[in-house]
């Protein structure tokens, strides 16, 4: 199973369209603090990238932590959902339009929901079973397991964009000349 999971990744990764993640870092690294978010296995994505986004130096914060400031006309959100119709996601995202910040949308759903709204969209291709309409939310998917594909409940998605995220930090790196010992200085120590 996990070769065919790597076989799957690979071939969604040919895929993704270079001036979206060209688009996507131009983003980031314009901006003055980077939030990220995500709901269920999309939002863990979305955590372990705003860390390493701190490793890298960045100001960086996860949507509905306690210690999340404010955000403003100069931040970057980047949201993580496969579907882009989740009710939480869209309602975050539509309340940073509002605001006038950039929203960046990393989905499997480039042409629908929260990626209406976005200023630049990175599509990562899944096998997951599309909604029949707005109302076939992420959580009770998630809650009825209705996804059909050979990775439980359609996790490829959130598979792939770990291995995205992890990409792009990659890709700051070699752009911010940060190597590892600088981002090692920036972890954790009081575990």
Partial sequence: MMRLMGSRISQIA?????????????AISGARRVFVMGAGRSGLVAKAFAMRLMHLGLQSFVVGETITPSFSPDDVMVIFSGSGRT??????????KEIGGTL?????????????????V????????????????????????????????????????????DAVISRLMELRQVDEGQMKKR?????
């Fill in 14 to 26: 040919e895929r993704i369209e270079d001036g979206e993640v060209e688009a996507l870092i131009r």
């Fill in 87 to 96: 009710r939480t996601v869209v309602d975050i995202a539509s309340t940073a």
């Fill in 104 to 120: 960046c949308v990393v989905t499997a759903n480039p042409t629908g929901g929260v990626a209406t709204m976005a200023d630049v």
């Fill in 122 to 165: 990175v599509e990562i291709e899944s096998n997951r079973d599309p909604g029949v309409d707005d109302s076939c939310e992420f959580e009770r998917r998630q809650m009825t397991g209705e996804h059909k594909s050979f990775a439980p409940l359609g996790t490829i998605f959130e598979t792939t964009a770990m291995v995205f995220a």
């Fill in 187 to 191: 972890h954790t120590n009081i575990e």
